[in-house]
C-alpha cells in the first residue's frame, strides 16, 4: 500500500480475500478481474515425521488435508464474492475479464500446459484446462 501511495507502482496482482487484507483497495480504483489464478494455501508436513507415521495415520492425515483443502477451497471463492460486493460499494470498479482475452490466455498457456502434464497427479492439468 504504501509503494502505490508515494506512487511506485501502478498495479498489483492479488485475490480478492487478500485485496481489503492489504490495504489495496485505499489506493486500487480498479480491479481486473482475470480469472487467470486460484492461489493455493499448501499443507506441508516434514517427511521424517511422516516416515514416522503408520498407514493409518498417514491415511488419516492425508483425509484431513484433502478435507481441508476443500473447505479452503469453498471459503476463498465465498470470500471473493463478498469482496466483489464491498467493492462496489466502495466505488471501486471490478472489470471482468471479457471471454474473447480468456480464450487468448488460454492458448498462450498450452505449452505451460504440456509442460506440467505428468509434473502433477493424474489428469491434474485437463482439469484444470475444463474451466
Known amino acids: 500500500?504504501?509503494?502505490s501511495k508515494q506512487g511506485k507502482i501502478s498495479a498489483s496482482e492479488s485475490t480478492y480475500p487478500r485485496f481489503y487484507?492489504?490495504?489495496q483497495n485505499e489506493f486500487s480504483k480498479v480491479l481486473n478481474d482475470t480469472q487467470h489464478s486460484l492461489f493455493l494455501t499448501s499443507i506441508v508436513i516434514n517427511q521424517d515425521f511422516w516416515k514416522s507415521l503408520t498407514p493409518e495415520q498417514q491415511k488419516a492425515v492425508s483425509e484431513a488435508a484433502v478435507s481441508a483443502a476443500r473447505l479452503e477451497r469453498s471459503q476463498s471463492i465465498a470470500d471473493a464474492e463478498v469482496t466483489k460486493e464491498?467493492?462496489?460499494k466502495d466505488g471501486i470498479?471490478?472489470?471482468a475479464l471479457p471471454k474473447s482475452e480468456q480464450e487468448k490466455f488460454k492458448v498462450l498457456m498450452q505449452p505451460i500446459y504440456k509442460k506440467y502434464e505428468n509434473y502433477f497427479s493424474?489428469?491434474?492439468v485437463r482439469e484444470i484446462q475444463k474451466d
Open 1 to 3: 500500500a504504501n509503494a
Open 21 to 23: 487484507e492489504l490495504k
Open 86 to 88: 464491498q467493492c462496489k
Open 93 to 95: 470498479q471490478v472489470v
Open 122 to 124: 493424474a489428469n491434474y
